[in-house]
C-alpha cells in the first residue's frame, strides 16, 4: 500500500465532483464539428473507377468492419456465399482500416481480440496487437470466407427501400449501383465519423492540420509499420485531446517533433502495458479445439456484474494475465468483500467508492512516478472513477514529458479556447505551430441513427430515422418492425460492451447466420419482429438504470457527454448484461423457434 492511499476519501470524492462540474457543457454532443471534405479524404488507398453494379444478391452488409465480416464469416460458415459487403473505406477493417496513427494498437489481448484465430490459422504475434497486424487480420477474414469477391469499396449506400411485392431490398449507392438484395444488415460502426472540436478559429488555421483517425505520414515521415516521424524534426507540432488515441500516439511525435505541445481538457488514466511477443509454444499449449470461445466466455463472465448486472460469484479466470482482466477482477472482488447479507446497491456502491479512491491513487503514484516534472505530474492526473472514462495503458505517454521539447498545456478542463492562422490559444496564451493534430475522438454512435447516413425505407415507405425518432425500438438489438429481412448490428439493445468488442458482433453474426439459414432450408422470403415482441423487448430496455457507477462521473463519450435526453434510456444493454444476453440469445437462436419473429413464405 502506498502512501496516497491514506488519502481522505470524501475530500478525492468532493475533488471527483468538482472536476465534473467544470467539465459539464450544456452543449454535450454539439460542441463537436464533422470533418471537412478534405481532412476526411482516405490517406490509404486509391479510389479505382469501376462499372456500376446492377444485379441481385442474397445478402448485404453495409460496413466493412468487424461487424459485416464476421457475419459474412458466420453466413460463409453456412454455405451462404452470395454477400456484398459495403464501404466508403478502400478495404475491410472498419476503424482498423482508418486509424493507422503512429503507435496504434488494441488494448484486449490480442488472442481474444482477433476473432476467427481457430479457422484462419493465425496466431497473434504480440500479447497485444498493433494495427497492421489487426487489419491484415482482418483482411485473412475477408479472403478465407470469400468476402471479396462481391465487396464494393469506397463506395456509400445512398438509400435502402424494401420493396414488399418483391420482397427485397432495393439499394442504390454514390458509384451508380443499384441492385436488389435478400436481406439487408447494417452494421455502422460506433466510432466511425471522426469529430473536431469546435473551437473558435479552428477553420482558420494555415499550418497543416490533419485528425489522427486521417493520418499524414507524408507530413510527418514513418508509416504505419515504421512510426518513425523523421519529417517532425524541425516542426513545432500541437496535439489536442489526451483519450486512448493520443496517448498512444504522443510518444512517437515526441520522439521526433521539434516541439510538441499537448493540449489537455481532461487528464486520462493512464498505466502501465508491458506488451510483448507471443510465445509459440504456450499459443500452442492453449489452442486446442474450440479454445478461444472458451477464453471469450471466461472474458465476458469476468466482467458482468460490473455495470450492475446479477453479478456473477465465481472467482475470475483471467487465463490471458490481461490487464483489463485484472481491473474487472478486482471491482469483482471488491463488490464480493461486501457480505452477501447486506450487499445491495447502496453498500456495493460504498465499497465500490472506497475501491475507486484507492485505484486513482495508485494511478496517480504512478503518473508521478515516471514524469520527473512535478508540476506537470500533477497536472496529469486522473480526478474520476476509475469507470467513467476508458482507462488506458502505455509505456511510452508519460515518458513524453520527460523529453525536453514536449510541453504539456493543461487547460483545467476548459479546453482550447481559439485557434489563429498560425497558433493555437489556451488559458491565455498563443502557442504558434506549424501542425495541428486533432486526437479528439469520433461521434460516438452508441445510438445507431447518429452513424446512419442514407436512408432506409421499410413498409410503406417509413423512414428507419423516423420509425427510431423517439428512441431505438427492437427485440435483440437486432429486428425492427417495419423493416423485414434487415438486422442491424450495434451496441443498443443488446449486449451492449461485451468488454470485448468483436465478442458482441460474433454472436450477432451467428444469429443472423443462423436464422437466414433457418430462411433458406423452410423456403421462407419474409421475416419481420412481432410489434408485441419489440415492445416488450425495448420497455424492458427503458427500464433498466444506467450503469451506476457513471452517473456522477465526469464527462465524456461513454457518459453521452453528461447528456439527459430520456431517449439515451433505450440506448442501454439488457439487464442481465453480455453474459446473460449471450447465454439468452443461444438458447433462442439454436431451438430454432425464433421466438417473436414472424415468418412468411
Ligand atoms: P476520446 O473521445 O476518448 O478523446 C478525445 C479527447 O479530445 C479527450 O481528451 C477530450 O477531452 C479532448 N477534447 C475534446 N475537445 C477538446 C477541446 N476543445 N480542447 C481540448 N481537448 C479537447 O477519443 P479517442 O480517439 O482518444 O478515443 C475514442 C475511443 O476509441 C476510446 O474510448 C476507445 O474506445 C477507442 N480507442 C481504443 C484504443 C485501444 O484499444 N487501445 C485506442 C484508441 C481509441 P475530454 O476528455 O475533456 O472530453
Known amino acids: 500500500?502506498?502512501?496516497?492511499?491514506?488519502?481522505?476519501?470524501?475530500?478525492?470524492?468532493?475533488?471527483?465532483?468538482?472536476?465534473?462540474?467544470?467539465?459539464?457543457?450544456?452543449?454535450?454532443f454539439g460542441q463537436y464539428l464533422r470533418l471537412t471534405e478534405d481532412m476526411d479524404r482516405d490517406p490509404w488507398t486509391v479510389r479505382q473507377e469501376r462499372p456500376p453494379v446492377a444485379d441481385h444478391v442474397t445478402f448485404t452488409f453495409v460496413g466493412g468492419g468487424w461487424a459485416g465480416l464476421l457475419t459474412g464469416a458466420e453466413l460463409a460458415k453456412r454455405g451462404i456465399h452470395d454477400v456484398r459487403i459495403i464501404d466508403r473505406a478502400g478495404d475491410f477493417g472498419g476503424v482498423w482500416y482508418w486509424?493507422?496513427?503512429?503507435?496504434?494498437?488494441?488494448?484486449?489481448?490480442?488472442?481474444?481480440?482477433?476473432?476467427?484465430?481457430?479457422?484462419?490459422?493465425?496466431?497473434?504475434?504480440?500479447?497485444?496487437?498493433?494495427q497492421p497486424e489487426i487489419l491484415e487480420h482482418c483482411q485473412r477474414i475477408g479472403r478465407h470466407f470469400g468476402l471479396y469477391d462481391k465487396a464494393l469499396f469506397h463506395t456509400s449506400v445512398e438509400r435502402a427501400e424494401w420493396d414488399e411485392a418483391a420482397r427485397l431490398w432495393r439499394i442504390t449507392t454514390d458509384r451508380g449501383d443499384s441492385f436488389t438484395s435478400t436481406y439487408l444488415s447494417l452494421g455502422l460502426g460506433f466510432f466511425s465519423t471522426p469529430k473536431l472540436p469546435g473551437i473558435p478559429g479552428i477553420e482558420t488555421?494555415?499550418?497543416?492540420?490533419?485528425?489522427?483517425?486521417r493520418w499524414d505520414y507524408a507530413y510527418t515521415g514513418?508509416?504505419?509499420?515504421?512510426?518513425?516521424?523523421?519529417?517532425?524534426?524541425?516542426?513545432?507540432?500541437?496535439?489536442?485531446?489526451?483519450?486512448?488515441t493520443a496517448i498512444q500516439c504522443i510518444g512517437p511525435v515526441s520522439e521526433t517533433a521539434k516541439e510538441l505541445y499537448v493540449f489537455q481538457r481532461t487528464p486520462s488514466a493512464v498505466s502501465p502495458r508491458g506488451n510483448g511477443p507471443v510465445d509459440e509454444a504456450w499459443f500452442r499449449s492453449i489452442a486446442t479445439p474450440g479454445w478461444q470461445k472458451r477464453y471469450n466466455d471466461a472474458y465476458v463472465r469476468d466482467w458482468t456484474g460490473l455495470w450492475g448486472q446479477p453479478f456473477s460469484l465465481e472467482p475470475s479466470l483471467d487465463?490471458?494475465?490481461d490487464d483489463f482482466a485484472k481491473f474487472a477482477a478486482r471491482l469483482r472482488s471488491v463488490i464480493l468483500s461486501v457480505p452477501a447479507e447486506i450487499r445491495n446497491p447502496?453498500?456495493?456502491?460504498?465499497?465500490?467508492?472506497?475501491?475507486?479512491?484507492?485505484?486513482?491513487?495508485?494511478?496517480h503514484e504512478y503518473i508521478r512516478g515516471m514524469v520527473s516534472d512535478p508540476d506537470t505530474a500533477e497536472k496529469l492526473l486522473p480526478w474520476y472513477r476509475p469507470l467513467c472514462k476508458r482507462p488506458t495503458f502505455n509505456d511510452d505517454y508519460l515518458h513524453a514529458y520527460n523529453r525536453p521539447g514536449t510541453r504539456l498545456v493543461d487547460t483545467d478542463g476548459k479546453g482550447v479556447e481559439a485557434i489563429t492562422e498560425t497558433a493555437v490559444i489556451a488559458n491565455g496564451t498563443e502557442y504558434p505551430v506549424d501542425c495541428i493534430i486533432y486526437a479528439s475522438g469520433f461521434e460516438?454512435?452508441?445510438?445507431?441513427?447518429?452513424a446512419l447516413k442514407f436512408e432506409v425505407l421499410g413498409v410503406g415507405g417509413v423512414d428507419l430515422r423516423s420509425r427510431w425518432a423517439q428512441g431505438v425500438r427492437s427485440l435483440h438489438g437486432l429486428h425492427t418492425r417495419g423493416f423485414p429481412n434487415m438486422?442491424?448490428?450495434?451496441?443498443?439493445?443488446?449486449?451492449?460492451?461485451?468488454?470485448?468488442?468483436?465478442?458482441?458482433?460474433?454472436?450477432?453474426?451467428?444469429?443472423?447466420?443462423?436464422?437466414?439459414?433457418?430462411?433458406?432450408?423452410?423456403?421462407?422470403?419474409?421475416?419481420?419482429?412481432?410489434?408485441?415482441?419489440?415492445?416488450?423487448?425495448?420497455?424492458?430496455?427503458?427500464?433498466?438504470?444506467?450503469?451506476?457507477?457513471?452517473?456522477?462521473?465526469?464527462?465524456?463519450?461513454?457518459?453521452?457527454?453528461?447528456?439527459?435526453?430520456?431517449?439515451?434510456?433505450?440506448?442501454?444493454?439488457?439487464?442481465?448484461?453480455?453474459?446473460?444476453?449471450?447465454?439468452?440469445?443461444?438458447?433462442?437462436?439454436?431451438?430454432?423457434?425464433?421466438?417473436g419473429l414472424e415468418f412468411q413464405q
Open 222 to 244: 514513418g508509416s504505419p509499420a515504421d512510426p518513425r516521424l523523421d519529417r517532425l524534426t524541425d516542426k513545432r507540432v500541437a496535439v489536442i485531446g489526451t483519450g486512448a
Open 487 to 595: 438486422f442491424t448490428v450495434q451496441l443498443a439493445q443488446g449486449a451492449d460492451f461485451a468488454a470485448n468488442v468483436p465478442t458482441g458482433w460474433q454472436d450477432a453474426g451467428e444469429t443472423i447466420a443462423l436464422i437466414v439459414d433457418h430462411m433458406r432450408q423452410q423456403g421462407l422470403s419474409r421475416v419481420e419482429v412481432e410489434e408485441a415482441d419489440e415492445l416488450a423487448w425495448s420497455q424492458q430496455i427503458a427500464a433498466t438504470p444506467p450503469m451506476p457507477d457513471t452517473r456522477d462521473c465526469t464527462p465524456g463519450l461513454l457518459t453521452f457527454e453528461g447528456g439527459t435526453d430520456p431517449r439515451i434510456a433505450l440506448l442501454s444493454g439488457v439487464p442481465e448484461g453480455p453474459r446473460g444476453f449471450f447465454a439468452m440469445m443461444a438458447g433462442w437462436k439454436w431451438s430454432g423457434d425464433f421466438a
Open 444 to 450: 460516438f454512435a452508441k445510438d445507431p441513427l447518429r
Open 1 to 28: 500500500m502506498n502512501d496516497t492511499i491514506h488519502l481522505d476519501a470524501d475530500a478525492v470524492l468532493r475533488r471527483f465532483a468538482e472536476e465534473r462540474e467544470k467539465r459539464l457543457r450544456p452543449e454535450g
Open 99 to 130: 486509424n493507422r496513427y503512429p503507435g496504434v494498437m488494441c488494448d484486449s489481448p490480442a488472442a481474444l481480440y482477433l476473432p476467427l484465430l481457430e479457422e484462419t490459422g493465425h496466431m497473434p504475434s504480440m500479447k497485444y496487437a498493433f
Open 346 to 363: 447502496v453498500t456495493v456502491k460504498a465499497a465500490l467508492d472506497k475501491a475507486s479512491v484507492e485505484i486513482v491513487s495508485e494511478v
Open 205 to 213: 488555421f494555415k499550418g497543416k492540420a490533419f485528425h489522427a483517425a
Open 319 to 321: 487465463p490471458l494475465d
